[in-house]
Nanobody
Framework: QVQLVESGGGSVQAGGSLRLSCAASGRTFNNYVMGWFRQAPGKEREFVAASSWSGDVYADSVKGRFTISRDYAKNTVYLQMNSLKPEDTAVYYC?????????????????WGQGTQVTVSS
C-alpha cells in the first residue's frame, strides 16, 4: 500500500525557514514526479514545486525562495522554504504523479500525503 508521510511543518516568523520532508513507502517512485502543493483556508489547492528526472519546476510565487530536492535512495522528497511570508501559510501536501515530466495540475497526481501545517506570522 502506497503511503506518503509529510513532516517538518510548524510556525515561524516572516523571513524564517522550514524544511518539509515527505517519505514514500509501498513502492519506489524514482521514475515518477514527486511534488508539493499547498492549500490555504478558503482557497483551492495550488501547485508549489515538482521534481523529476527532466528537472524541477516551481510556482512563480515561490521561485527563488523554495527549493525541492530528492533522496532517491530514501524514496524521499524535501522542500526547503526560505524567506517565508505570511501568504505562505497553508497546509502543504506531498504528491506523486506516475509520469516522467512535472505537472502543476492537481488532478494529474495519483497519490497524496495527509498534509502538514505551515504557519508564518508577520
Amino acid at each position: 500500500q502506497v503511503q506518503l508521510v509529510e513532516s517538518g511543518g510548524g510556525s515561524v516568523q516572516a523571513g524564517g525557514s522550514l524544511r518539509l520532508s515527505c517519505a514514500a513507502s509501498g513502492r519506489t517512485f524514482n521514475n515518477y514526479v514527486m511534488g508539493w502543493f499547498r492549500q490555504a483556508p478558503g482557497k483551492e489547492r495550488e501547485f508549489v514545486a515538482a521534481s523529476s528526472w527532466s528537472g524541477d519546476v516551481y510556482a512563480d510565487s515561490v521561485k527563488g525562495r523554495f527549493t525541492i530536492s530528492r533522496d532517491y535512495a530514501k524514496n524521499t522528497v524535501y522542500l526547503q522554504m526560505n524567506s517565508l511570508k505570511p501568504e505562505d501559510t497553508a497546509v502543504y501536501y506531498c504528491a506523486v504523479d506516475r509520469e516522467r515530466f512535472p505537472s502543476w495540475v492537481v488532478t494529474e497526481y495519483d497519490y497524496w500525503g495527509q498534509g502538514t501545517q505551515v504557519t508564518v506570522s508577520s
